[in-house]
């Protein structure tokens, strides 16, 4: 029997009652199989839910895709045959806002420069997307992150559609799928179509502002990462106060410390050109002082 994936139809579900199908030994760790589930298991690029089924913690969850089923492993022990399952909502909406934002983001690198995503990751710190290009450079990022902005801010829905493979050919989906039966799509209105089982907001704006942090180049293929939502306004902060501590280290406005360095550092550059050159005129003047004579000096 396969388990029921509650986040399918309500990604904002936090709390479930399940019934218990098995429980098998998962490394030195007890993997539970349930009914139904509000917990994400990794797959997709999108990492696992975290939370508590009866008090106790999970500490993974498996896609067991053979048998459709998903492992929920677990710290310790649970007994009885039905259980309540609760979902760590932090997490759960943090990765409902970088999941959405890919979405949004890999379709701002499609509509401006035709550069479909050909592999997405959800990391703790960041998240990225390859793009099959040598480079990126910073003004094309910024033109998609503004373009991926605007959608954020025109608050556009996210529906959720369950399309028959008949259906695919003219879904206009934004990469052709290998699922089979029917395909479940994330329709960002007017804007993207994607084959994806992950979890996503309703709504575009719960994304959140979307950041590119840094781009660069691996084997034939740019690495754009970004971050969303709150993991921005977090980096915002810290980017913040690391600014003021420069700022007020050389006494020059924050958002114009970075000529400022600029400037500073080619003066310490020169100056220690100029120190090696006065080391050099030193060693010179002390040899001419103290003459070698067959390997032994004079004086
Ligand atoms: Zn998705």
Redesign the pocket.
């Known amino acids: 029997m396969k388990t029921e994936r509650l986040y399918y139809n309500d990604p904002y579900l936090l709390e479930f009652d399940a019934n218990v199908l098995d429980a098998k030994p998962v490394g030195d760790r007890i993997g539970v199989v349930l009914d139904r589930t509000a917990f994400y298991p990794t797959s997709g690029g999108q990492p696992n839910d975290l939370g508590t089924i009866n008090d106790v913690a999970l500490v993974d969850c498996i896609e067991d895709e053979p048998t459709g089923t998903v492992v929920h492993v677990l710290q310790g022990r649970i007994s009885g045959d039905r259980v309540h399952g609760r979902v760590d909502p932090a997490r759960r909406n943090d990765h409902m806002q970088q999941?959405s934002g890919q979405?949004v983001l890999s379709q701002a690198f499609v509509e401006l420069f035709n550069w479909p995503t050909i592999s997405f990751h959800l990391g703790v710190v960041a998240c990225t997307i390859d793009l099959p290009v040598d480079s990126v450079s910073r003004e094309q990022a910024t033109k998609a992150e503004d373009l991926a902005n605007r959608i954020v801010q025109e608050n556009r829905p996210v529906a959720v559609r369950y399309l028959a493979q008949e259906q695919l050919a003219d879904a206009g989906l934004r990469k052709p799928t290998e699922r089979t039966g029917d395909v479940r799509v994330?329709d960002i209105s007017a804007y993207d179509r994607?084959a994806?089982g992950?979890t996503?907001v309703r709504m575009t704006g719960e994304i959140g502002p979307i950041l590119i942090t840094r781009i660069e180049r691996s084997k034939k293929q740019a690495r754009v990462e970004f971050i969303c939502g709150n993991r921005v306004v977090r980096y915002a902060k810290e980017a913040n106060r690391a600014l003021e501590a420069i700022s007020q280290t050389i006494s020059s406005p924050p958002l114009e410390t970075a000529s400022a360095v600029r400037t500073l550092w080619d003066e310490h550059q020169q100056m220690r050109k100029r120190l090696e050159d006065l080391e050099s005129e030193l060693l010179d003047h002390e040899a001419a002082q103290f003459p070698v004579k067959d390997g032994i000096a004079a004086a």
Do not use: Q
């Open positions: 999941h979405h994330i994607s994806c992950g996503h």
